[in-house]
């Protein structure tokens, strides 16, 4: 790894800078080990181990399976082990012998393959009904009392015993926590640290709730939508009204999802689930093709505009989506008219449809120009309807055209969205 050189040039600068005693202008960071004492950077080390820790990210991170914490304690480490500030003088030949050797347990930390973790992200939204269900790599599953217990002592695995307390209060913490009976999402990854697992975890999880939170307003019935931890949630609103009159009034209403999205609803519903499965099959697969991706991606831009509570954002990612979807050339001249062309042959087979069609779709961008370009704030209810029935309505067809399911490149899709056209 001599790319890492780079890491060598900065501690010998910190080694060069170094001075015993605490520097009276404590404006960079510092850094503490238990009996090895604690490190300050002066202004222009600290700019130095910024440059180097973005570098690390850059170069060790571009699989996102290490966070950028594990890769700054090993930085940290070939610090505090090469300069050893408890030293008693500072010895340059004894500094680069110890240099040699945290380098090497550096560059061997960072050759450590990722290991394999199993992490549970709670739902939020989720009915337990239809529960476990799968979706590509994400398992939904209801964390029950055995479950939970598996996880703190598995039987698989020798445990020390001093470690029985710790889990045993662990488990405590799990139930407190009021994660018994929870609606979770059980996603397995590879990664060479937790933080990084937690990550490409929540990253799946968000994946699987936005392409189900485009089905959940098509479910018959159904108020309801997913949603993870600090994000919109069910709350009881009441507003005070009053006249200068004397009048007083109060108003009061239910925000956000009324109800738990049921996966046995979605599957049960004849209609949707035949794009349902199709999804799965896409979200199955690794690696993803670009039709795959792009159908996904459109799915989710439309999920999260589903659940959106701010029209114009509303409007806004619906229109995303459509774009997504009908505009995978991203030439930027004659994006309107592409656009109404595409989606207006995509949906509909008369020439009066799709005339009209095309009209509706030119008014719709209108408005969303006058959000992107003059930062308009009106947005009216039929033309956020109009906009979600004709993107999910594209979303669904694309996702079970048996012509798109055997293309698998940029260029032969633009290809047959142009020759429908034509047609």
Not at 25 to 40: A, C, E, H, I, Y
Not at 119 to 135: A, K, R
Not at 278 to 283: E, F, G, M, N
Not at 343 to 360: I, P, V, Y
């Amino acid at each position: 790894m001599a790319q890492l050189d780079y890491v060598e040039g900065f501690v010998r600068g910190v080694h060069r800078s170094m001075t015993s005693g605490v520097s009276a202008k404590l404006t960079g960071p510092w850094f503490s080990r238990k009996d090895q004492g604690s490190l300050f950077l002066d202004e222009g080390d600290a700019t130095a181990y910024a440059r180097v820790v973005a570098r690390l990210v850059e170069e060790q991170g571009k699989k996102e399976d290490v966070s950028r914490r594990t890769l700054e304690t090993h930085l940290q480490d070939v610090l505090f082990s090469a300069l050893d500030l408890k030293a008693d003088s500072k010895d340059d030949a004894e500094f680069e012998k110890r240099l040699v050797v945290a380098m090497a347990q550096f560059r061997g930390r960072l050759k450590q393959p990722p290991t394999d973790y199993t992490c549970y992200i709670p739902v939020f939204g989720l009915d337990v009904e239809g529960l476990p269900s799968n979706m590509g790599g994400v398992r939904l599953v209801r964390m029950t009392a055995p479950r939970m217990r598996q996880l703190a002592f598995p039987g698989d695995v020798e445990l020390p015993d001093e470690s029985a307390g710790n889990r045993q209060r662990l488990l405590g913490t799990l139930k407190e926590d009021l994660l018994l009976g929870r609606p979770m999402a059980m996603v397995k990854v590879r990664a060479r640290d937790a933080d990084a697992a937690q990550y490409l975890a929540n990253r799946k999880t968000r994946e699987t709730v936005d392409v189900l939170n485009f089905f959940a307003d098509l479910i018959p019935n159904s108020p309801g939508w997913l949603y993870l931890a600090g994000e919109a949630a069910k709350e009881a609103i009441t507003s005070t009204l009053v006249r200068p009159d004397g009048f007083l009034a109060l108003h009061s209403s239910l925000e956000g999802p009324f109800a738990p999205m049921s996966m046995k609803r979605l599957r049960s519903t004849p209609s949707l689930r035949p794009g349902l499965q199709r999804v799965k099959q896409l979200l199955s697969e690794d690696p993803r093709s670009y039709m795959a991706e792009l159908l996904v991606t459109s799915a989710r831009w439309a999920g999260r505009a589903s659940t959106e509570p701010v029209r114009e954002q509303a409007f806004l990612d619906y229109a995303i989506a459509l774009e997504t979807l009908m505009l995978p050339d991203q030439e930027t001249e004659g994006l309107t008219y592409r656009l109404k062309l595409r989606t207006a042959h995509f949906l509909a087979q008369s020439l009066e449809d799709r005339e009209r069609l095309s009209k509706a779709i030119g008014s719709l961008y209108r408005t969303r120009s006058r959000i992107v370009h003059s930062g308009s704030l009106e947005v009216a209810d039929r033309d956020l309807r109009h906009l979600r029935f004709l993107t999910k309505n594209c979303i669904i067809r694309a996702l079970l055209h048996r012509r798109i399911r055997h293309l698998d490149n940029r260029d032969a899709y633009v290809s047959w969205l142009n020759r429908a056209v034509l047609r």
